[in-house]
Protein backbone atom coordinates (compact mmCIF):
# COMPACT_ATOMS: atom_id res chain seq x y z
CA UNK A 1 0.00 0.00 0.00
CA UNK A 2 2.39 2.30 0.95
CA UNK A 3 4.68 2.26 -2.58
CA UNK A 4 0.89 2.79 -4.08
CA UNK A 5 0.69 6.02 -2.22
CA UNK A 6 4.23 7.16 -3.00
CA UNK A 7 3.81 6.30 -6.54
CA UNK A 8 0.98 8.63 -6.71
CA UNK A 9 2.77 11.41 -4.48
CA UNK A 10 5.68 11.31 -7.12
CA UNK A 11 2.28 11.84 -9.96
CA UNK A 12 1.46 14.86 -7.95
CA UNK A 13 5.47 16.22 -8.19
CA UNK A 14 5.45 15.78 -11.44
CA UNK A 15 2.30 17.88 -12.32
CA UNK A 16 3.22 20.64 -10.28
CA UNK A 17 6.97 20.74 -11.82
CA UNK A 18 5.06 20.36 -15.33
CA UNK A 19 1.91 22.25 -14.92
CA UNK A 20 2.61 25.20 -17.39
CA UNK A 21 3.27 22.15 -20.52
CA UNK A 22 1.84 19.49 -21.71
CA UNK A 23 0.93 16.31 -19.55
CA UNK A 24 -0.08 12.73 -20.60
CA UNK A 25 -0.90 9.71 -18.68
CA UNK A 26 2.35 8.44 -20.27
CA UNK A 27 4.67 11.35 -18.22
CA UNK A 28 2.31 10.32 -14.99
CA UNK A 29 2.60 6.36 -15.90
CA UNK A 30 6.70 7.46 -16.03
CA UNK A 31 6.83 9.22 -12.62
CA UNK A 32 4.33 7.07 -10.53
CA UNK A 33 6.50 3.53 -11.76
CA UNK A 34 2.99 2.01 -12.71
CA UNK A 35 1.40 1.22 -16.03
CA UNK A 36 -0.55 3.75 -17.42
CA UNK A 37 -4.08 1.91 -16.96
CA UNK A 38 -2.55 1.30 -13.02
CA UNK A 39 -2.28 4.70 -12.54
CA UNK A 40 -4.65 6.37 -13.63
CA UNK A 41 -7.19 4.01 -10.80
CA UNK A 42 -4.39 4.57 -8.22
CA UNK A 43 -4.26 8.54 -8.89
CA UNK A 44 -7.96 8.79 -8.49
CA UNK A 45 -8.42 6.19 -5.55
CA UNK A 46 -6.39 7.91 -3.28
CA UNK A 47 -6.85 11.99 -4.99
CA UNK A 48 -10.58 11.27 -5.47
CA UNK A 49 -10.42 12.86 -8.72
CA UNK A 50 -9.15 11.70 -11.88
CA UNK A 51 -5.60 13.44 -13.32
CA UNK A 52 -7.19 15.57 -15.67
CA UNK A 53 -9.18 16.83 -13.48
CA UNK A 54 -6.80 17.54 -10.51
CA UNK A 55 -4.56 19.45 -13.41
CA UNK A 56 -7.77 21.68 -14.43
CA UNK A 57 -8.40 22.41 -11.03
CA UNK A 58 -4.90 23.28 -10.09
CA UNK A 59 -4.20 25.44 -13.34
CA UNK A 60 -7.50 27.43 -12.89
CA UNK A 61 -6.64 28.44 -8.97
CA UNK A 62 -2.84 29.36 -10.00
CA UNK A 63 -4.57 31.50 -12.69
CA UNK A 64 -6.54 32.83 -10.18
CA UNK A 65 -3.42 33.61 -7.89
CA UNK A 66 -1.94 35.23 -10.98
CA UNK A 67 -5.16 37.85 -11.63
CA UNK A 68 -4.86 38.68 -8.16
CA UNK A 69 -1.44 39.71 -7.55
CA UNK A 70 0.09 40.70 -10.86
CA UNK A 71 -1.04 42.27 -13.92
CA UNK A 72 -1.37 40.42 -16.53
CA UNK A 73 -4.71 39.73 -19.07
CA UNK A 74 -6.61 37.04 -18.88
CA UNK A 75 -5.50 35.44 -22.50
CA UNK A 76 -2.14 35.72 -21.27
CA UNK A 77 -2.89 33.42 -18.17
CA UNK A 78 -5.33 30.84 -19.98
CA UNK A 79 -2.45 30.40 -22.29
CA UNK A 80 0.60 30.11 -20.01
CA UNK A 81 -1.07 27.66 -17.96
CA UNK A 82 -1.86 25.18 -20.57
CA UNK A 83 -6.04 26.24 -21.33
CA UNK A 84 -6.47 25.86 -25.69
CA UNK A 85 -8.84 28.57 -25.55
CA UNK A 86 -9.48 31.48 -23.62
CA UNK A 87 -13.14 30.64 -24.25
CA UNK A 88 -13.01 27.12 -22.42
CA UNK A 89 -10.45 29.06 -19.85
CA UNK A 90 -13.19 31.15 -19.37
CA UNK A 91 -16.13 28.56 -18.87
CA UNK A 92 -13.71 26.04 -16.54
CA UNK A 93 -13.37 29.38 -14.35
CA UNK A 94 -16.80 30.08 -13.72
CA UNK A 95 -17.66 26.24 -13.18
CA UNK A 96 -15.02 26.25 -10.36
CA UNK A 97 -14.97 29.52 -8.69
CA UNK A 98 -18.92 31.03 -10.00
CA UNK A 99 -17.64 34.16 -11.47
CA UNK A 100 -15.75 34.66 -14.82
CA UNK A 101 -11.67 35.41 -14.16
CA UNK A 102 -12.09 39.59 -15.71
CA UNK A 103 -14.87 40.12 -12.53
CA UNK A 104 -12.29 38.26 -10.49
CA UNK A 105 -9.58 40.44 -11.26
CA UNK A 106 -11.45 43.34 -10.82
CA UNK A 107 -12.73 42.22 -7.39
CA UNK A 108 -10.33 39.84 -5.84
CA UNK A 109 -13.16 38.89 -3.33
CA UNK A 110 -12.81 35.47 -1.72
CA UNK A 111 -12.98 32.02 -3.42
CA UNK A 112 -11.87 28.27 -2.72
CA UNK A 113 -8.93 27.67 -4.28
CA UNK A 114 -7.89 24.27 -4.94
CA UNK A 115 -5.20 22.99 -2.45
CA UNK A 116 -3.80 19.31 -3.46
CA UNK A 117 -2.10 18.21 -0.37
CA UNK A 118 0.12 15.29 -1.22
CA UNK A 119 -1.74 11.93 -0.06
CA UNK A 120 1.37 10.70 1.78
CA UNK A 121 0.14 14.03 3.84
CA UNK A 122 -3.14 12.27 4.72
CA UNK A 123 -1.65 8.61 5.69
CA UNK A 124 0.82 9.70 8.18
CA UNK A 125 -0.10 10.12 12.05
CA UNK A 126 2.11 10.90 14.71
CA UNK A 127 1.57 7.76 16.37
CA UNK A 128 3.95 5.84 14.11
CA UNK A 129 7.17 8.66 14.57
CA UNK A 130 10.50 7.18 15.75
CA UNK A 131 11.50 9.88 19.10
CA UNK A 132 14.83 8.51 17.82
CA UNK A 133 14.59 10.57 14.65
CA UNK A 134 14.01 14.15 15.62
CA UNK A 135 15.57 16.98 14.11
CA UNK A 136 17.33 19.85 14.71
CA UNK A 137 14.96 22.95 15.96
CA UNK A 138 15.20 26.71 15.79
CA UNK A 139 14.00 29.13 18.05
CA UNK A 140 13.54 33.12 17.67
CA UNK A 141 11.71 35.92 18.75
CA UNK A 142 8.88 37.12 16.61
CA UNK A 143 6.93 39.84 17.57
CA UNK A 144 3.03 40.45 15.87
CA UNK A 145 1.41 43.52 15.93
CA UNK A 146 -2.53 44.23 17.06
CA UNK A 147 -4.68 42.52 14.74
CA UNK A 148 -7.58 41.04 13.65
CA UNK A 149 -8.47 36.98 12.91
CA UNK A 150 -11.00 35.82 10.20
CA UNK A 151 -11.83 32.16 11.39
CA UNK A 152 -13.59 29.47 10.83
CA UNK A 153 -14.59 27.49 13.96
CA UNK A 154 -15.05 23.91 14.01
CA UNK A 155 -17.31 21.93 16.69
CA UNK A 156 -14.95 20.04 18.84
CA UNK A 157 -11.34 19.60 17.26
CA UNK A 158 -8.09 19.96 19.16
CA UNK A 159 -5.81 19.51 16.16
CA UNK A 160 -5.95 19.37 12.36
CA UNK A 161 -7.49 15.78 11.43
CA UNK A 162 -10.52 16.26 13.87
CA UNK A 163 -11.00 19.86 11.97
CA UNK A 164 -10.78 19.04 8.64
CA UNK A 165 -13.36 15.89 9.47
CA UNK A 166 -15.82 18.70 10.56
CA UNK A 167 -15.59 21.87 8.47
CA UNK A 168 -14.27 19.88 5.41
CA UNK A 169 -10.48 20.78 3.98
CA UNK A 170 -11.68 23.19 1.64
CA UNK A 171 -11.53 26.14 4.05
CA UNK A 172 -7.75 26.33 3.53
CA UNK A 173 -8.54 27.01 -0.01
CA UNK A 174 -10.54 29.85 0.82
CA UNK A 175 -8.22 31.21 2.86
CA UNK A 176 -5.15 30.98 0.66
CA UNK A 177 -7.53 33.50 -1.76
CA UNK A 178 -7.51 36.60 1.22
CA UNK A 179 -5.22 39.07 2.10
CA UNK A 180 -3.39 37.93 4.97
CA UNK A 181 -1.10 40.53 7.25
CA UNK A 182 1.73 38.40 7.27
CA UNK A 183 1.50 36.72 3.56
CA UNK A 184 -0.50 33.45 4.35
CA UNK A 185 -3.17 31.70 6.54
CA UNK A 186 -2.65 30.84 10.00
CA UNK A 187 -4.25 27.63 12.15
CA UNK A 188 -4.70 29.07 15.72
CA UNK A 189 -5.40 26.96 19.21
CA UNK A 190 -7.37 29.15 20.99
CA UNK A 191 -7.33 30.35 25.10
CA UNK A 192 -10.52 29.75 26.26
CA UNK A 193 -11.97 34.05 25.95
CA UNK A 194 -11.79 33.57 22.09
CA UNK A 195 -13.61 30.20 22.11
CA UNK A 196 -17.70 30.05 21.69
CA UNK A 197 -20.13 27.61 23.30
CA UNK A 198 -19.70 24.18 21.70
CA UNK A 199 -17.22 25.23 19.65
CA UNK A 200 -13.61 23.79 18.54
CA UNK A 201 -10.02 25.03 20.25
CA UNK A 202 -8.17 24.76 16.55
CA UNK A 203 -9.14 26.85 13.73
CA UNK A 204 -8.08 28.20 10.60
CA UNK A 205 -8.03 31.74 9.30
CA UNK A 206 -6.16 35.04 7.96
CA UNK A 207 -5.20 38.01 10.00
CA UNK A 208 -5.87 41.19 8.83
CA UNK A 209 -5.10 44.44 10.15
CA UNK A 210 -7.91 45.74 13.03
CA UNK A 211 -9.47 48.03 10.21
CA UNK A 212 -10.07 45.73 7.84
CA UNK A 213 -13.18 46.69 5.70
CA UNK A 214 -13.44 43.78 3.22
CA UNK A 215 -15.09 40.16 2.94
CA UNK A 216 -16.04 38.28 5.38
CA UNK A 217 -16.56 34.76 4.18
CA UNK A 218 -20.45 33.59 5.11
CA UNK A 219 -19.84 30.92 8.66
CA UNK A 220 -16.93 32.93 9.58
CA UNK A 221 -16.00 34.82 12.94
CA UNK A 222 -13.76 37.77 13.63
CA UNK A 223 -11.54 37.98 16.71
CA UNK A 224 -9.50 40.83 18.08
CA UNK A 225 -5.62 39.59 18.80
CA UNK A 226 -3.35 41.99 20.89
CA UNK A 227 0.49 42.84 20.31
CA UNK A 228 2.48 40.13 21.80
CA UNK A 229 5.73 38.74 21.52
CA UNK A 230 6.12 34.49 19.99
CA UNK A 231 8.72 32.53 20.34
CA UNK A 232 9.06 30.34 16.59
CA UNK A 233 9.70 27.38 16.52
CA UNK A 234 11.07 26.08 12.69
CA UNK A 235 12.26 22.79 11.86
CA UNK A 236 14.70 21.54 9.56
CA UNK A 237 13.61 21.35 5.98
CA UNK A 238 11.96 17.75 5.38
CA UNK A 239 10.59 15.23 2.43
CA UNK A 240 6.88 15.18 2.46
CA UNK A 241 6.46 11.16 3.61
CA UNK A 242 8.54 12.91 6.87
CA UNK A 243 6.25 15.34 7.94
CA UNK A 244 5.08 13.50 10.40
CA UNK A 245 8.84 13.30 12.22
CA UNK A 246 8.95 17.11 11.45
CA UNK A 247 5.49 18.42 13.17
CA UNK A 248 6.38 15.99 16.05
CA UNK A 249 10.36 17.51 16.52
CA UNK A 250 8.96 21.38 16.60
CA UNK A 251 6.05 20.34 19.65
CA UNK A 252 9.23 18.24 21.42
CA UNK A 253 11.17 21.14 21.34
CA UNK A 254 8.61 23.78 22.09
CA UNK A 255 7.31 21.31 25.09
CA UNK A 256 10.89 21.04 26.56
CA UNK A 257 11.88 24.60 25.87
CA UNK A 258 12.19 27.34 29.19
CA UNK A 259 11.29 30.76 27.99
CA UNK A 260 13.17 31.70 31.57
CA UNK A 261 16.41 31.10 30.41
CA UNK A 262 16.17 34.23 28.36
CA UNK A 263 13.77 36.27 30.87
CA UNK A 264 10.25 35.43 29.80
CA UNK A 265 7.44 33.28 30.22
CA UNK A 266 4.49 31.42 28.33
CA UNK A 267 1.50 33.61 27.91
CA UNK A 268 -1.08 31.29 26.79
CA UNK A 269 -3.44 33.86 27.28
CA UNK A 270 -3.16 34.09 23.44
CA UNK A 271 -3.63 31.37 20.93
CA UNK A 272 -0.47 29.39 19.56
CA UNK A 273 0.02 29.48 15.87
CA UNK A 274 0.65 26.94 13.27
CA UNK A 275 2.03 27.81 9.54
CA UNK A 276 1.44 25.57 6.73
CA UNK A 277 3.66 22.78 6.65
CA UNK A 278 5.95 23.28 3.68
CA UNK A 279 9.18 20.76 3.58
CA UNK A 280 11.05 23.06 1.79
CA UNK A 281 11.10 25.56 4.73
CA UNK A 282 10.70 23.30 7.92
CA UNK A 283 7.14 23.20 10.02
CA UNK A 284 6.92 26.26 12.31
CA UNK A 285 5.00 26.52 15.30
CA UNK A 286 4.84 29.67 17.46
CA UNK A 287 3.71 30.06 21.24
CA UNK A 288 3.09 33.50 22.70
CA UNK A 289 5.53 34.93 25.93
CA UNK A 290 5.61 37.67 28.10
CA UNK A 291 8.50 39.21 29.99
CA UNK A 292 9.44 37.74 33.78
CA UNK A 293 8.38 41.11 36.26
CA UNK A 294 11.69 42.40 36.91
CA UNK A 295 13.69 40.62 34.21
Not at 73 to 96: K, M, T
Not at 152 to 179: I, N, T
Request: charged letters at 25%; glycine letters at 8%; aromatic letters at 12%.
Amino acid sequence: MWEQILAVQQMQEYIEVHLKGEITMADLARASGFSPWHSYRLFRQHTGLTPTDYIRRLRLSQSAMRLKYEKCRVIDVAYELGFGSVDGYQRAFLREFGCNPGEYARRKGPITLFIPYGVTFKELRKESVDMEQLQSVFVQIQRRQERKAIIKRGVKAEDYFPYCEEVGCDVWGLLHSMDSLYGEPVCLWLPEQYKKPNTSTYVQGVEVETDYTGTIPEGFDVIALPEAEYLAFQGEPYAEENYSAAILAVQHAMNRYDPSVIGYQWDDANPRIQLEPRGVRGYIELRAIKRIPGR
